[in-house]
T-cell receptor, first 115, second 114 residues
Framework: AQRVTQPEKLLSVFKGAPVELKCNYSYSGSPELFWYVQYSRQRLQLLLRHISRESIKGFTADLNKGETSFHLKKPFAQEEDSAMYYCALSGRNNAGGTSYGKLTFGQGTILTVHP | NAGVTQTPKFQVLKTGQSMTLQCAQD?????MSWYRQDPGMGLRLIHYSVGAGITDQGEVPNGYNVSRSTTEDFPLRLLSAAPSQTSVYFC?????????????FGNGTRLTVT
């Protein structure tokens, strides 16, 4: 079974401070991991995916298979980063085939960046 | 493109009533899914479809039915609403069967069952 854990329901930082949103996963195979974000009054959208190794809006996330983690980091938080963040995992189905985009989501972390 | 469109935005039901949440996408995506969002639980997969005529259960399918008669539409039916189904429901679609394909979400339907 696959599982995603985000241990922090709420995270508050001040503008300009570093921020790290934690994500740990449990999966027996080779996972694909994503971060999704939901800003106030907007729909849930993809922020970044580990396979792309990209930095989006100053955020980065590194897959650490040894620690089974995919923490989201930003060196200097901005007020516009305040949002709900979800870590998500895509694995394989029971037959070993592609899971067709079925994602398992963590519980979510509400990030608040204070001025 | 409108993307993924969900209707209604809000709905209040009484226990035992039935209703259908509508979801349509205009991106010719093969894959569509329904999630429910509950505080402290994240998003949980209810049902999904990999193409017209093909549906399967997700993590929390009980009390819900789906069908996929066209590529564009993927309605979610509540057969007999219960207070435990009070939640925010999201429909999502994806462009291909690849694991790395991002999901495109609708704006959600906030359902309250009294």
């Amino acid at each position: 079974a696959q599982r995603v854990t985000q241990p922090e329901k709420l995270l508050s930082v001040f503008k300009g401070a570093p921020v790290e949103l934690k994500c740990n996963y449990s999966y027996s195979g080779s996972p694909e991991l994503f971060w999704y974000v939901q800003y106030s009054r907007q729909r849930l959208q993809l922020l970044l995916r580990h396979i792309s190794r990209e930095s989006i809006k100053g955020f980065t996330a590194d897959l650490n298979k040894g620690e089974t983690s995919f923490h989201l980091k930003k060196p200097f938080a901005q007020e516009e980063d305040s949002a709900m963040y979800y870590c998500a995992l895509s694995g394989r189905n029971n037959a070993g085939g592609t899971s067709y985009g079925k994602l398992t989501f963590g519980q979510g972390t509400i990030l608040t960046v204070h001025p | 493109n409108a993307g993924v469109t969900q209707t209604p935005k809000f709905q209040v039901l009484k226990t035992g009533q039935s209703m259908t949440l509508q979801c349509a996408q205009d991106m010719n995506h093969e894959y569509m899914s329904w999630y429910r969002q509950d505080p402290g639980m994240g998003l949980r997969l209810i049902h999904y479809s990999v193409g017209a005529g093909i549906t399967d259960q997700g993590e929390v399918p009980n009390g819900y039915n789906v069908s996929r008669s066209t590529t564009e539409d993927f309605p979610l039916r509540l057969l007999s609403a219960a207070p435990s189904q009070t939640s925010v429901y999201f429909c999502a679609s994806s462009t291909s069967r690849g694991r790395n394909s991002p999901l495109h979400f609708g704006n959600g339907t906030r359902l309250t069952v009294t």
